[in-house]
Each structure stands twice: as C-alpha cells, then as structure tokens.
C-alpha cells in the first residue's frame, strides 16, 4: 500500500485505539498470507480406536473394531491373537505313506524301483523323497512354491528346472 494512502486511511480514525487495530489488522492479513500455516492449523488425528466428538478425541469405538494390526478392545488397539493352524486332515495315511505338511498323503520311496509305474522318486524341497507323476513340464504344474505347505492337496513342493520350486502332483498309489 503506498505510505500516503495509508496515512489517509490512518488519519479517518479519530482514536489512537483504532489506529493500532486497524494496523494489527492490516499486519495479520499480511503475515497470515506468508505463514498459512499460522491461520489454519490442521487438527491432528485421532488414535486408531477413538473418534472425534465436537472437535476433540474422545470417545472409543466398540470393542472388535478392526484396527491396525488388531482389534480394538476398551478404546486401545490389540495385536490379534496368533490363530493356532487347524490339524492336519491326512491324520490316517495308508501304510508307506506320510502327511505332509499341507495334509497329503505322500508315498515315501528310496530310489530307481521303488515307486509304481508312471512315477518317480524324487525329493521335496524338504528332502522327504516321495513318489511324484513322471513325464511333468513346466506348464503342467505352474504354481510356484517354497514349501509343501504352500502346495494344495495332492502335490508336494519339487525343485525344478523351472526357475522355480513348483507344485507337482504326487502318484496316488
């Protein structure tokens, strides 16, 4: 604003109070445009397992809510409990034959020979060696794997030549 203005706009108040309001004013629209950060505060949030009520954290959700990492219980996020795995369902494999860790059955064998025709015997990832299906490629059995576990039922996890350890259907024997 040019000084001569401003004195004129100064001088149209009669009292020396309004002056200073007026420059307060007139500084604080100015500062308020360099530091916005000044005028409009943001609120911070709220905890994972309370809500806002008029503008303040206050009031819990209800118990069960799902929070990061856990459920919320009495207005505080708690870590979900481990879940214990459910029980293998191949509790009665046939004799020769083993559970495996994703619940197959799996016929164990110990070389050239020992597994029925149409089968070989090769290891899993686990060395547990175990009759698998022969003549398999790489598009046969596409799921890739790390452990047997990861396998559905029916399959073991093989190292392949397939840039990666697969699923391959073991011999139903």
Do not use: W, Y
């Amino acid at each position: 604003m040019h000084a001569n203005r401003f004195d004129t706009l100064a001088r149209s108040f009669t009292t020396a109070g309004s002056r200073r309001m007026l420059l307060g004013t007139v500084c604080a629209g100015v500062l308020g445009a360099v530091i916005p950060g000044r005028t409009d505060a943001k609120k911070k949030p709220c905890p994972p397992c309370k809500k806002r009520k008029h503008g303040k954290c206050k009031k819990k959700k209800p118990d069960g809510t799902v929070c990061a990492g856990g459920t919320c219980q009495g207005g505080r996020c708690i870590a979900a409990a481990a879940q214990p795995l459910p029980p293998l369902p191949c509790g009665g494999c046939p004799n020769g034959q083993v559970c495996l860790a994703n619940g197959s059955c799996g016929a164990t064998c110990s070389g050239l020979g020992s597994c029925p025709t149409s089968c070989v015997c090769l290891p899993s990832v686990e060395a547990e060696f175990h009759c698998i299906q022969t003549k398999l490629t790489c598009a046969l059995v596409p799921q890739a794997c790390i452990t047997t576990a990861d396998c559905p039922l029916g399959h073991h996890c093989q190292g392949t030549g397939c840039g990666s350890s697969r699923c391959t259907p073991l011999c139903q024997s």
